[in-house]
């Protein structure tokens, strides 16, 4: 066992080898990827770099929306807080929110998509059901809803924005799964005395892996997006800086009228160049894993 | 004059381009001449952000519905423009009988919108539909809980017997309707008040025209008995975006707005054609402290923290916090330091305490009270109750309260330095309503909106009303209670003012809540188009949101050459939010052509 | 809302996914369609009730906070409401009423929650469908220009044109919009979808409506058309390498005939689906447009009631966009059927 496991181990790394020279020939993608790798480095830096101080409300230390100047580069907020700094500390939110949010929706997806794929009868009838009625919720309602009815908090941002978004993924891995079950190999599995879990877990898994991969990428960019606008309609989490929430408060304290672009402008951009880095990392996986889901079929 | 220099310039310099996107711009930003507005008529807007449930007078119960139908329909007495107590409306005079219990008013002469006359017959129809109605009673049932007939003995004499005697009378805002029109009407609930236009009516403005969600049309009143008013027509208009609101007063697409943010006040000063007015409000902001005290059948509910009932630490708690900071941080001036919950825009019946009682700033008195209370300091620093448990206060904040958000970062802080932990439990309103509904909470941010009599204030402070959805602050205390029963029936003036100041002092004594603030109305008009309004209060008051019509009523349209006499717009801001836009594009369009490169050279790979 | 840049291979798979019923005759496929629509539809009315009450909020305090109250009137309204009933006998009446499609009676606006959605049905439709079929014909267009002249200069800059823009936050780009061309440069009004009061003659109120239409209109577009183009350039270019393609010009055809009857057609068959299966996402996704416009649409009489909580309009108004979703997918479901060849033999 242990040999067989070790070959399918090399032979996928050097899959893996291959795939990533691939996404290295994807300029685009290599661009998605490094604005990311900034953002994340910067996101992680932030304690280090930007004092915690510069986030406290009653110990600000700048005017009510000073405009750009050498001691705030972008200009303060209405609590006289550097709009550089909140901007800075606002990733680590939205990349976190961003983050769990599409893993949870794409695992929710994964799961539900294999599970009503692989088995008949009424329990799949019933996921697809299901999925096909998540599909026909106005997504939108369902998550402010969800987000008033938990306890304000991150993990409830996360979680209004994962239970909503999943059915697409669900439907496409279901698709996936059905394609990788027709194949021979995995009748052999079963003759061979396989339980689902082995099948599903050993050789489905890994063979969706890929889409759900690019999808997880792709869904990134979507559920930060899906964080501002929560965050836009007054659903954001109380008590953290996040980009969405930055403009949320922009608005409130009226800085259009105040002509505060410097508080307007740098959360917007920073969503766009994230979400942006999101979408490109995740079509160039896209085209780099679709040639080998072909091949293989 | 209806759009801004920049406008003008830039505008004319598209206006081709534009021709094809979109049509009425000629000239740029001229908005298409509505319907209902003849050539010549001065149309004045008002931009709200609330919103109108229903505009029927018996039904309506948001704010700008009642405020829209104070225009509508005239009452018995109104409120006066400088101190709000009570003067002749379509009663020119009233007397109470020596038991206190008949009221006769005397209807004046006058005519409704469509020139029938007014009598004391509308009057008794109003009131009687209102007391036998249960639909018609929604938004005045109160005024008319006490009464015990309504009749009137001929067209101009209107009697009004109540249960028990009740000072409140002329306060109690009935909006009188026609009977000629609303006999006919028969379910008051469905009714809607815009089945006909125009609505008949006995205000200074008639409605004519209503777009659910949108704009609601009223035109000067011919019949109004003080006169009719200068503005021809006025209209509402819904902006859900309040920023979009007060462009839209820049452009000129409205003339007035209301509710501005300190940062859009300030910005707009600079406006030569705007005038902001600062009005001393009926708002006050307090932060209501759980007595934990039972409901009147002796359930005990929700979860307070039970050191709160003790009086010594909830002075502490008030020596603690800086209002001066608030004011200065928060409100950013716009606001002045509060005793109770009346506001001094009713001189009447807003309390001071004299020095000797007035609880200032003071860390140093508020820990000598807990000290002195038995509250130890323990090894954090953190004070201990009774049973030495670290006292720790949740205060409850509605999230889309943006100057309680931040007023409870400093509180957090000043309660901190006198050993009291504080949790910020910022909420959505729904979930702070829910918490406070249910007693589950320690401290709550909440402000109020006060009427001209101060009875209903009063009564939220009772304890028949702990424990249910009128209660303020589930305040509960014996003498209270019998003083407002006590000032509920004293019909002299006087008299009762000297009771609701005894009423808010034992509040104050209390500390059934810390009254922090009261907020200003910030409001901006286009003051090239409209002058002369009257404020109310009369000395620093506001324009809108008044207990009355006055600064509508009042308003002055200016003519063409005073306009051209005021200065010209300044749009500083505007072109420097253009200038920051244009140059990001500029710099995204950099970005999209070098990831634009960067695939193509991939796709080329690709092929 | 999370709305995953789509290509071919996944908007195909997204359909087949969906699929359950292959095979068998037209009719019992659309037989089965239509009872998964109905069995969704269930589904709502019932999530409808329960889940809009169990968020917080208490609709009487809510609506009694303006006014002066008293214990009587509070005990009105609830009885008025039926919030004295017990959950279960509230959701019989619900099924009561519904089943003689009656909405109920709004509680803020005291008014048929059928008409309230009525009034405001007319605007989403004119809002989103403007930029339905805006975004649809231009990114169409786009996608077919571009994968036909593919990897030139026009479709370096198409595509990265259109996924920065997709990457813009509706509610931000609409802000900025707002800002430049409502204010900054007056051409067009702040808010709402009528000057105040309407105007006079039915001419001059359709150009009044289309000058308000065209920013809300346009910042939708703007985030939308990507995914349409994206799908249609690359469903387009697997379609260019088909081989019917290579033995159509073999014959002859000129190339633009190769285009126009052969390629774009069975390309936009994935586009299409696309387009249905995002008309809900569009519809409910618009709130955040109708709030910077102040348009007075559904998303936004939704996303009001939820402040209250006005029950009865809630429950409404998710029945409608439900409805008009499943109405949809049943619909694209039908038409693929119908119009692709390889699904009808399989």
Known sequence: MTTTGSIVWARRRAALGASWKLFAANRSGLVGLGMLGVVLVLALLAPLLVPADSLSVTRSTGGVLEPPSGEFWLGTDENGRSVLALTWYGARVSLLVGIAAALLSVGIGTVVGMLAAHFRGWGSALLLRVTDFFLVLPSLVLAIVLSTVLARGLWTIVLAIGVTSWPSTARLVRAQTLTIEARPYIERAHVLGGGHAHILLRHVLPAVFPLVLANTTLTVGSAIISESTLAFLGLGAPGTVSWGGMLKAALDTGAVTAGAWWYLLPPGLAIVVVVLGFTLAGRALETVLNPNLRSRR | MRFTTIGKGIGAGVAAAALVIGPGLAPAGAPAVPAAQAQGEVTMRVAHAQEIDTLNPFTAVFLVSTQIGRLMYEFLTVNSAESSSPEPGLAESWESSEDNLTWTFKIREAKWSDGQPITAKDAAFTYNLIMSNEAAATANGVAVANYESVTATDDRTLVIKTKTPQASMLSSEVPIVPEHVWSKVTDIEAFQNTEAFPAVGSGPFVLTGYQQGQSTTLKANDNFWRGRPKVDVLQWVKYENADAAVQGLRKGD???????????????????????????????????????????????????????????????????????????????????????????????????????????????????????????????????????????????????????????????????????????????????????????????????????????????????????????????????????????????????????????????????????????ELEAYRSDRFTGFQKQPADGGVITGQNGYWGYYSANPVTADEAADAGEGDSNNTVLIVGGIVTTVAALAVVALLVSRRRGANADERE | MVDVLTTTDSAADLKRGGGGVRGGSTLRFVAAKIGGGLVSLVMVVVLGFFLFRAMPGNPVRSLIQDRPGDLAQVERLKREWSLDKSLFAQFLDYLADLAHGDLGTSFKYRQPVTDLIWDRVGATVLLTGTALVLSVALGIWLGTRAAWRHGSRFDQLSTATALVLWSVPTFWLGLIVLIVFAVGLDMFPTAGMTSPGGVDGFFASVLDTGHHLVLPALTMVAVVYAQYLMVMRSSLLEEMNADYLTTARAKGLRDDLVRSRHAVPNALLPTVTIIFLHIGFLISGAVTVEKVFSWPGLGLLTYEAIQVPDYPLLQGSLIVLAGAVIVMNVFADIIYRLIDPRVRTS
């Not at chain 2, 200032?360 to 300091?377: F, I, M, S, T, V």
């Not at chain 2, 204030?457 to 209660?471: F, N, Y």
């Not at chain 2, 029936?489 to 100041?501: C, G, I, S």
């Open chain 2, 254 to 520: 409205v003339d007035i707005a209301y509710r501005l943010t300190p940062a859009q006040f300030d910005a707009l000063k600079s406006d030569g054609n705007i005038t902001t007015n600062d009005g001393r409000n009926r708002r006050f902001t307090e932060i209501t402290l759980n007595p934990s005290n039972p409901k009147p059948d002796g359930t005990v509910f929700g979860n307070g923290n039970p050191v709160l009932k003790d009086v010594k630490l909830r002075q502490a708690l008030h020596h603690a916090i800086d209002v001066d900071t608030i004011l200065d941080k928060v409100k950013q001036g716009h606001a002045s330091a509060a005793t109770q919950i009346i506001p001094p825009v009713y001189p009447d019946w807003t309390y001071t305490p004299d020095d000797s009682k007035l609880r200032k700033y003071d860390p140093a008195k508020a820990n000598a009270l807990l000290d002195e209370a038995g509250y130890a300091r323990g090894a954090d620093g953190t004070r201990t109750d009774k049973q030495g448990q670290p006292i720790n206060l949740r205060l409850l904040v509605t999230s889309d309260r943006q100057a309680d958000v931040q007023s409870a970062e400093y509180i957090k802080e000043w309660f901190g330095e006198i050993g009291i932990g504080v949790t910020v439990d910022t909420k959505s309103s729904n979930e702070s309503s829910d918490d406070q509904n249910a007693g589950n909470f320690d401290m709550a941010f909440t402000g109020w909106s006060v009427g001209p009599d101060p009875d209903s204030m009063l009564a939220q402070q009772t304890c028949k009303v702990v424990g249910t959805e009128l209660s303020d602050s589930n305040f509960c205390n014996a003498e209270y209670d019998a003083l407002y029963a006590q000032q509920l029936a004293e019909l002299d003036r006087e008299k009762r003012k000297e009771l609701v100041q005894r009423m808010q002092e034992i509040l104050y004594d209390n500390v059934s809540a810390i009254v922090l603030t009261y907020d200003n």
